[in-house]
């Protein structure tokens, strides 16, 4: 077996189901799940008839490039949302099955074994983020996100040594778990010590559609480079997928778009992996991407149960004990507490079957900071109604702590 298998850590849902077995959760509540990043919204009748309309594809193989039509769509989309003037159908944009998979996948196509080299990571991350680097046969190397910084990295507290070893640097925009979104300062300054020290950024964008409303949309890792003139977006590379966006997260459809020098040899990589889109789940992507009418309803529901749920937890009889504050974007609330975030997590499922994710289980230790540390994860993706009931049972159960 590759012995780099062993340096995986169980990912946080393991950990989650091994905290909440060793308490009985109250019964007499019913369950509301507040952990998983998974969206409830229903999904578009339009999207779903697609599936349906176009089953018998399953015939055909797929290619690992995909449709014209979904390519296009993409393109088109990408100008539409990030005002790009340049963006290739033909060589720029990829369709993948999902942003985890292509995560992964570019990753291993892009690091250079016999470097011992670095990849840099947010810290709290993704988990595949570090799975795909040790699997790739690199090292990560983890920037705190701290309230003082805005729960984004410090990048300018990075040394050039750091960042010459550096092969690849993961950037997450909207933020998960933080929902904090980087600037157009920030990217820029990205890109330029990319060109300065040679590595190629990943920037996973696939909370970028999902902002509060009086909020501006997030910008992206493309749309700083068309601001500086840079339309081969070079070492350039972002991920997006419906999963969010438009509450399908089983039709495993995202893309990737960017550099065309990176695109081509990553293509090669993935005809050999295995992994090409099926027809039919690629035209009801190009159903998806067309329409904004869902993504603008979507966000309006999400906006509901953040002003909902974030006027519950800010009761006065909370102060103190909690701390909830609104994200830049995402679904995600970054909730401080008082208490080790375990305990939290792990009582208040007990008492009133509400179940979060501690913060530790999203972060590791470095140089003995845990940025998830007294931290717990909220994902507002039931209802607005369970929302709402979830937010009065974390309030009541942090009342009697």
């Not at 449709?67 to 369709?95: D, N, Y």
């Not at 909902?308 to 609104?326: C, F, M, R, Y």
Request: proline fraction near 6%; charge should be neutral; charged fraction near 20%.
């Amino acid at each position: 077996m590759n012995p780099d298998l062993q340096k995986l850590q169980p990912y946080p849902f393991e950990k989650l189901t091994a905290l909440k077995a060793q308490v009985i959760p109250n019964n007499n509540l019913l369950p509301i799940a507040l952990s998983i990043g998974e969206p409830k919204h229903p999904a578009s009748p339009f999207v779903t008839q697609c599936l349906k309309d176009n089953i018998s594809r399953v015939e055909n193989y797929p290619t690992t490039k995909g449709l014209p039509v979904l390519r296009e769509t993409i393109a088109r989309w990408l100008k539409q949302r990030f005002g790009l003037t340049h963006i290739s159908s033909e060589h720029q944009i990829l369709p993948v099955n999902g942003t985890r998979e292509a995560l992964f996948a570019f990753t291993q196509a892009v690091i250079d074994r016999s470097k011992n080299g670095l990849v840099v990571s947010p810290n709290p991350f993704y988990q595949i983020y570090e799975g795909a680097v040790y699997l790739a046969g690199a090292q990560p190397h983890f920037l705190p996100c701290l309230e003082e910084k805005g729960f984004n990295p410090d990048f300018d507290a990075v040394s050039d040594d750091i960042w010459q070893q550096c092969q690849l640097l993961f950037i997450c925009s909207p933020g998960n778990p933080t929902g904090a979104v980087l600037d157009l300062a920030t990217l820029t300054k990205l890109i330029a010590l990319a060109d300065k020290h040679d590595f190629i950024i990943a920037s996973d964008e696939c909370y970028s559609e999902i902002f509060v409303e009086e909020k501006s949309a997030p910008i992206g890792l493309l749309e700083a480079c068309k601001s500086i003139g840079r339309h081969d977006y070079s070492r350039c590379m972002v991920f997006h997928s419906l999963s969010k966006r438009s509450n399908l997260p089983g039709l495993r459809s995202g893309f990737v778009a960017g550099d065309a020098d990176l695109l081509k040899p990553f293509l090669l990589y993935r005809t050999y992996h295995g992994c090409a889109m099926p027809i039919q789940t690629q035209l009801a992507s190009v159903a998806a991407w067309n329409d904004e009418k869902h993504v603008e309803e979507n966000r309006r529901q999400y906006s509901l149960k953040f002003k909902a749920v974030i006027g519950i937890l800010n009761d006065p009889s909370l102060a103190g004990k909690i701390e909830v504050k609104q994200t830049d974007a995402s679904f995600y609330l970054w909730v401080k507490t008082e208490i080790d975030e375990e305990h939290f997590a792990r009582q208040l499922y007990a008492q009133q079957h509400v179940t979060v994710l501690p913060g530790s289980y999203l972060s590791r230790t470095v140089d003995g900071i845990n940025p998830g540390k007294n931290r717990v994860r909220l994902a507002l993706v039931a209802s607005v109604e369970e929302c709402i009931e979830a937010a009065e049972r974390i309030k009541h159960f942090v009342q009697n702590l």
